[in-house]
T-cell receptor, first 114, second 113 residues
């Protein structure tokens, strides 16, 4: 079965600093890949997704992610973090066929300090 | 925002009582899901539905049942609530399970005392 690993449970960055959140997946073929964000007390919102093609994908709120097949990774990046980016971030994997729902990582909580 | 409504938003119940959570959508999406979110565990799939009366189990389905008699409604029932079922429950919908965006509801915070 496919799995998703987010190695960092909690990350703290300074406002204006760059950010990279890690995501690794385990699956034989290239799955569909997603990043979601959850603000406190809210549901999840899609930041970006990768299906095929250009391995660098752009999302909302200035986020981008890069798919690296050789590393089975799909890391999320932002060049300059804003205080409003403080939230929990989830990486998710979908299989290219069948009815199998998305599998989510355990999440990375981002704190932003002044 | 996608039209997903979860009810109730908050509930406190006693151990051993039955509880039903409701998810209602206005998007006519085929797929609906129930997840629970717990610290350190992220989101875990309880049950999902791929059509009216078509449901399947997720990774943490024990103690839960679901029903979907209409496209727009997906009910999650805890037959006899236990303290381990204290959690935040999220409903999600999508047109397909893997390659389209899943839209999430606002969540239901359930406390079993």
């Amino acid at each position: 079965a496919q799995s998703v690993t987010q190695p960092d449970i909690h990350i703290t960055v300074s406002e204006g600093a760059s950010l990279e959140l890690r995501c690794n997946y385990s699956y034989g073929a290239t799955p569909y890949l997603f990043w979601y964000v959850q603000s406190p007390g809210q549901g999840l919102q899609l930041l970006l997704k990768y299906f095929s093609g250009d391995t660098l994908v752009q999302g909302i709120k200035g986020f981008e992610a890069e798919f690296k097949r050789s590393q089975s990774s799909f890391n999320l990046r932002k060049p300059s973090v804003h205080w409003s980016d403080a939230a929990e971030y989830f990486c998710a994997v979908g299989l290219p066929s069948g009815n199998t729902p998305l599998v989510f990582g355990k999440g990375t909580r981002l704190s932003v300090i002044a | 925002d996608a039209g997903i409504t979860q009810s109730p938003r908050h509930k406190v119940t006693e151990t051993g009582t039955p509880v039903t959570l409701r998810c209602h959508q206005t998007e006519n999406h085929r797929y609906m899901y129930w997840y629970r979110q717990d610290p350190g565990h992220g989101l875990r799939l309880i049950h999902y539905s791929y059509g009216v009366k078509d449901t399947d189990k997720g990774e943490v389905s024990d103690g839960y049942s679901v029903s979907r008699s209409k496209t727009e409604d997906f009910l999650l029932t805890l037959e006899s609530a236990t303290s381990s079922q204290t959690s935040v429950y999220f409903c999600a919908i999508s047109e397909s399970p893997m390659n389209t965006e899943a839209f999430f509801g606002q969540g239901t915070r359930l406390t079993v005392v």
